[in-house]
């Protein structure tokens, strides 16, 4: 079974600076892997996705992702934080047969200071 | 296109009673599966169903149950229900069954058990 750990449970940056959001995997095959972001009384809604074609993954919103196989890690990033960038996001694995669905990790909740 | 609707948004009752969650997937979705959020479990994956048979299945009681219809719709089911059952729980479609493929998740079910 994988693990999905994501540091930090809230971040906070200023408007127009560095988003980084971190994720780690633990599984002996790199799974896919997914980030999503959750808004207030919100379902979730797919950011972007790594399935092994390109390590560095580009998503909606201005986000991207760059999967390290040696690190076992799928941090998201944005250059430049918006105020409409404020929500929980989600890291997400899931092993290549689905059988266990979705593994989230515990969310992060980016705070975004004017 | 119209998205995943889950039925109702919001609901209460009293433990021991039981509860059923609807959820109608995109048109032309086959998967849908199920997840548990709480603050303090994170998401949780209950079960997933593909044509009508119960594909996977993560790690709850038995007081959890589903089902899907021809038409692609769910419904699950909580028996008996616990204070700790209290969850927002999402419901989430795919095309077909490919563990690679997005997940479009709907608003949620809020239910409290009082």
Same mark, same amino acid.
């Given at each position: 079974a994988q693990s999905v750990t994501q540091l930090g449970s809230h971040v906070s940056v200023s408007e127009g600076a560095l988003v980084l959001l971190r994720c780690n995997y633990s599984s002996s095959v790199p799974p896919y892997l997914f980030w999503y972001v959750q808004y207030p009384n919100q379902g979730l809604q797919l950011l972007l996705k790594y399935t092994? &074609? &390109?390590?560095l993954v580009k998503g909606i919103n201005g986000f991207e992702a760059e999967f390290k196989k040696s690190e076992t890690s799928f941090h998201l990033t944005k250059p430049s934080a918006h105020m409409s960038d404020a929500a929980e996001y989600f890291c997400a694995g899931s092993d290549? !047969? !689905? &059988?266990?669905g979705l593994t989230f990790g515990k969310g992060t909740h980016l705070i975004i200071q004017p | 296109k119209a998205g995943v609707t889950q039925t109702p948004r919001y609901l209460i009752k009293t433990r021991g009673q039981q509860v059923t969650l609807s959820c109608s997937p995109i048109s032309g979705h086959r998967s849908v599966s199920w997840y548990q959020q709480t603050p303090g479990q994170g998401l949780q994956f209950l079960f997933e169903y593909f044509s009508e048979t119960q594909r996977n299945k993560g790690?709850?009681?038995?007081?959890f149950s589903g089902r899907q219809f021809s038409n692609s719709r769910s419904e699950m089911n909580v028996s008996t %229900?616990? %204070? +700790?059952?209290s969850a927002l729980y999402l419901c989430a479609t795919k095309p077909?069954? +490919?563990?690679n493929t997005e997940a479009f998740f709907g608003q949620g079910t809020r239910l409290t058990v009082v």
């Open positions: 092994s &074609a &390109a390590t290549r !047969g !689905g &059988a266990d | 790690n709850f009681p038995g007081r %229900l616990e %204070l +700790g059952d077909g069954g +490919g563990a």
